[in-house]
């Protein structure tokens, strides 16, 4: 069972700890034994550091005892996936190759927070380094969706959404450089956004796609979400391509959902064969809420979406390939083999790498190479702008786009592990959004009536329009609550 404040959302754990009504040290505590009870079964984690986390929350208690005022995550238990460099907390990658390895310095997201008042709770499993769309790539056992323990939780940040879900962590932090915080957050049935691309700061997060890579927030609650959101945004002249801009007002939108005059536009592209039925009929039923609530909404075709994919498995794994030449086995984590350097770095990556990681090495040395450089990773380059047009032509006509955030909910563990194009298909709807650097986002618009698994709605604004995202998905949760609410797992599930 899980206790009060396990159920608490991350804005009233911050103001009962503000306020005094129990203390983060409480607060921590009723999570770490939710996580002992529960963990066991859904495999979130990878690393609870119970003392540390402890530490951190009697840290926030003294200063309050001081009479100082607590920031915005007062005593509010964060799971962060493990990309994230956390000093005194390993940071594996969910990666063999990166197995015990203790950073030296911490990410600019998990110091934010941190200075916010935030409890660092554990770090969550991943698909090794965040390639894959189900956990069942890291190189530490899958994670599995709290609604179904059958089921994959998504991946790649599928650790981070099922310790939200399952009410291990009250918010957590994933990255987003295919789907990985949109699509895990859709089939856990919970909020997750992937941030206008340069709003938050990649500087100590493992780089798998470097001019893709976003880090971004879950949580159960759209408020809770945003919170997250404005705390970890922000300039950082650490990382080369953080935007020197305000952070949008996502916090105040969340407070005042309202599509009221909005001009929504469905992408037309995204639909049809491969959807599951009852994905697309919480959608047309989220279309037809939205329209009571005031939006126009409308059809607007993009033709360039359907080449998102293929452009996309060409340019992820070429800034993988060449990112990923940093673990040689001399600088971080596992070292194998004796001889030359050259062999030592062989046998360090033969036995370090998982097969994927290896294949999108593969891929992406292929498409740099010289000779099919202009064929394949040019082209895809190309695509890429094309892509940027078509948003920027169809938020000429709309404030915002939708879709469904993948075709299908929740599936079985086992089921697309040998069929890479399967798994790869999860990320249709989101890719493009990485592709031209924009803001999205996964609201819970309720559970497939052929099997009772999550479905979520996809948001898509421009960039820096993070903002308009809250908005909508404030209206369409504050329209859900009645129907549906959010169902305690431990009651509805046996969690
Ligand atoms: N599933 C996609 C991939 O495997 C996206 C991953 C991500 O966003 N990190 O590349």
């Known amino acids: 069972m899980a206790s009060e404040l396990t159920r608490k959302t991350a804005t009233e754990l911050a103001a009962a700890v503000s306020g005094g ?21 859904v495999k979130a984690f990878l690393h609870v550091s119970a003392d540390n986390a402890l530490a951190a929350a009697r840290a926030v ?4 005892a001081r009479g100082e005022e607590l920031g915005p995550l007062a005593g509010v238990p964060v799971a962060v996936k493990d990309l994230f460099a956390t000093v005194g907390m390993p940071t594996t990658c969910g990666s063999k190759i990166l197995q015990g390895w203790v950073p030296p310095y911490e990410s600019t997201v998990t110091a934010r927070l941190r200075q916010a008042d935030g409890v660092i709770i554990g770090k969550t499993n991943m698909d090794e380094f965040a390639m894959g769309s189900s956990t069942e790539n890291s190189g530490y056992g899958p994670s599995r ?22 009410h291990l962590a009250a918010l957590s932090l994933g990255t987003d450089t295919g789907g990985s915080i949109r699509q895990p957050a859709a089939v856990c049935g919970v909020v997750g956004t992937k941030p206008t691309y340069g709003g938050s700061s990649r500087y100590g997060v493992v780089a798998f796609a470097s001019s893709l890579d976003t880090p971004g927030p879950f949580g159960r609650t759209v408020l809770d979400t945003a919170l997250l959101h404005q705390v970890m945004s922000g300039h950082d002249p650490m990382d080369a391509t953080s935007i020197d801009a305000p ?21 037309s592209e995204f639909a049809g064969d491969g959807y599951q039925p009852g994905v697309m009929s919480r959608f047309a039923e989220a279309v037809e809420l939205l329209e009571a609530l005031g939006a126009k909404v409308t059809e607007v075709s993009c033709p360039h979406f359907t080449y998102a994919l293929p452009a996309y498995y060409l340019i992820a794994p070429s800034e993988a390939s060449s990112n990923l030449a940093r673990f040689d086995g001399m600088r971080y984590g596992l070292r194998s083999g004796s001889g030359s350097a050259e062999e030592v770095m062989a046998v360090t990556r033969a036995a370090g790498f998982g097969p994927e ?24 380059q190309q695509v890429r702008t094309l892509i940027i047009r078509d948003f920027e032509a169809a938020f000429e006509q709309v404030d915002v786009l939708i879709s ?17 194009m399967a798994m790869y298909l999860a990320d ?47 209206a369409v949760e504050a329209a859900y609550q009645s129907r549906w609410g959010h169902p305690l797992l431990d009651e509805a599930k046996g969690l």
């Not at 009504?21 to 079964?41: F, K």
């Not at 992406?364 to 990773?377: F, W």
């Not at 979520?456 to 903002?467: E, F, K, Q, R, T």
């Open 404 to 420: 469904p955030p993948t075709p299908t909910t929740a599936f079985d563990i086992g089921e697309r592990a040998d069929d890479p």
């Open 247 to 267: 952070v949008p007002p996502v916090v105040e939108a969340a407070r005042h959902g309202d599509v009221a005059g909005m001009r929504i536009g469905i992408v």
């Open 61 to 64: 208690d003294d200063k309050r």
């Open 145 to 166: 969706n709290p609604w179904d323990l059958a089921k994959v939780p998504g991946g790649s940040s599928g650790g981070s959404a099922a310790a939200v879900a399952a």
């Open 21 to 41: 009504e129990v203390s983060a040290a409480e607060v921590t505590q009723a999570h770490l034994d939710r996580i002992a009870e529960v963990d066991g079964r």
């Open 357 to 380: 990681v290896k294949r999108r090495i593969m891929l992406g040395a292929y498409a740099l190479s010289s000779g099919y450089y202009d064929a394949y990773y040019g082209k895809a």
């Open 428 to 474: 249709l709807c989101t890719i493009p959004s990485n592709l031209a650097g924009n803001a999205a986002l996964s609201v819970p618009i309720g559970l497939a009536p052929e099997n009772g698994l999550p479905v979520g709605l996809h948001v898509m604004a421009p960039p820096l329009a993070d903002d308009r995202l809250y908005r909508v998905a404030a």
